[in-house]
C-alpha cells in the first residue's frame, strides 16, 4: 500500500482532532502586545514581507497516539512530513514517529524503538532513495532508517575518534548532511564533540569539545551545512554559548553569529533566508549576511511549559525546539512542551 492510500484509509480531519484534544481552532489576532475583542480574527506575525499566519496544532496524531515533547521535523521529496516526539506516557501507541500528508492529514507513524529519545531527524535523498537519520536521546544512538524504519545501520559514540575517555556521556542530538555525502552529528547533551562521517558511516574526525573560546562549544544543540554563500561550512547552534559557530567541513574555526540568539537550538534555509528555533520563545529569520530579519511569536519561556494546551497564547511561542520551512515557504515549528505542539506559520 502506498502512501496516497494509506493517506485516504487512515486520513483524520484536523479540525475533529483538534477538537476532541483541546486544541485551540480560533486564532486571535494581536494589535502590538494586546490581543483583540474578536476570536475569529486571525493572528499574524512578522514585518514587512515577512509576515506569517498563526496556525496552531496544524498537525494531531490521532487518539491512540499522544504527542509528547515534539523534538524534531523532516520533510520528503513528495511533501510527507516527518514528526518526531517523546510519546507521551499516557499513549496507547508507542510509536515516536508520525508522518502526515502535505495537506496535514495524519498517514501513518513508527518507531517504538524510539520511545522517549526521538529528538533530532533529518532526511537526505542518496540516490534514488530518501532516508531518515534519528538521534535517539534516550537510547544514546543515531540510527539510519528507511522511511519506513528500517534501521540501515545505527552508531554510538565513535570509539575510534581518540577523544571519549571512560564512561564520558555520548547523546546524540542532531545531524548535518554534506553535499559531499559527509554527514555530522552533535553530542550536544552529551560531551560535545562533533562528529564526522563519510557517507558510508565510516568515522573522519571530531572537533569542538567543551568550552567557550573559539572552536569549542556548549550543549551543541543544532547543526546544518550552510551552503548560501560561495562554500558550504558547518554552522553550530551553541546554545549554552548563545550563539551560532561557523567552521569549515574540516572543522576548523571561522566566525561566531551572535545578533539575536538566545538559545538557538538548529537551523534551515530556503533562498537566503536561514530559520532558527530559539528555545527562549521565538523563532528568529536571518538573511543571507545572518542579520536579523524579525522575530515571531516572541513568548514567556517559563510560564507555560507544563501546562494544558488551553492555557496556551495564540501567536506565542514556548520553547521552539525544531523547525523547517516548507516547500513552499510556510514555516513549520515542533516545540519541547510535554504535551507537544507543531504550529505552522502560513506566508500572509
Not at 515571531?296 to 497564547?313: E, M, N, Q
Request: contains cysteine; proline residues 5%; charged residues 25%.
Amino acid at each position: 500500500m502506498n502512501n496516497e492510500e494509506l493517506a485516504r484509509d487512515a486520513r483524520i480531519s484536523r479540525r475533529e482532532m483538534i477538537r476532541k484534544t483541546g486544541g485551540v481552532i480560533a486564532g486571535m489576532s494581536i494589535a502590538g502586545s494586546a490581543l483583540a475583542s474578536n476570536p475569529d480574527e486571525k493572528v499574524i506575525l512578522g514585518t514587512g514581507t515577512h509576515k506569517y499566519e498563526w496556525v496552531p496544532d496544524w498537525l494531531m496524531p490521532p487518539p491512540d497516539l499522544l504527542w509528547g515533547d515534539t523534538q524534531g521535523v523532516a520533510i520528503d521529496a513528495k511533501n510527507y512530513i516527518y514528526i518526531s516526539h517523546t510519546v507521551h506516557p499516557d499513549s496507547k501507541s508507542k510509536d515516536a514517529i508520525a508522518v502526515f500528508d502535505g495537506k496535514g492529514n495524519f498517514v501513518r507513524s513508527f518507531g517504538s524503538r524510539f520511545a522517549g529519545g526521538g529528538h533530532g531527524l533529518d532526511l537526505r535523498k542518496e540516490g534514488n532513495t530518501e532516508y531518515l537519520y534519528h538521534c535517539d536521546t534516550a537510547h544514546r544512538v543515531v540510527v539510519k532508517t528507511d522511511l519506513w524504519g528500517k534501521t540501515i545501520w545505527e552508531k554510538g559514540f565513535p570509539t575510534e575518534s581518540g577523544v571519549y575517555k571512560e564512561k564520558d556521556p555520548f547523546i546524540p542530538t542532531n545531524v548535518a548532511l554534506s553535499p559531499n555525502g559527509d554527514f555530522y552529528i552533535t553530542d550536544g547533551y552529551g560531551s560535545d564533540w562533533i562528529c564526522r562521517y563519510d557517507i558510508k558511516g565510516n568515522f573522519i574526525q571530531a572537533f569542538g569539545g567543551k568550552g567557550k573560546e573559539p572552536g569549542k562549544v556548549l550543549q551543541a544543540h543544532g547543526i546544518w551545512v550552510d551552503t548560501r554563500g560561495s562554500e558550504p561550512h558547518v554552522v553550530v547552534a551553541d546554545r549554552a554559548n548563545s550563539r551560532l559557530q561557523y567552521f569549515t567541513l574540516d572543522g576548523k574555526h571561522i566566525k561566531f553569529v551572535t545578533d539575536g540568539m538566545r538559545q538557538p537550538c538548529h537551523f534551515h534555509t530556503h533562498g537566503d533566508m536561514m530559520l532558527i528555533p530559539d528555545l527562549k520563545s521565538v523563532i528568529t529569520l536571518l538573511d543571507g549576511d545572518n542579520k536579523v530579519i524579525t522575530q515571531l511569536g516572541d513568548g514567556d519561556p517559563s510560564a507555560l511549559r507544563g501546562h494544558p494546551r488551553k492555557d496556551f497564547i495564540p501567536g506565542k511561542f514556548v520553547h521552539p525546539h525544531s523547525a523547517k520551512f516548507l516547500h513552499n515557504g510556510d514555516i513549520l515549528v515542533v516545540e519541547w512542551v510535554p504535551i507537544g505542539r507543531v504550529t505552522l506559520l502560513k506566508r500572509a
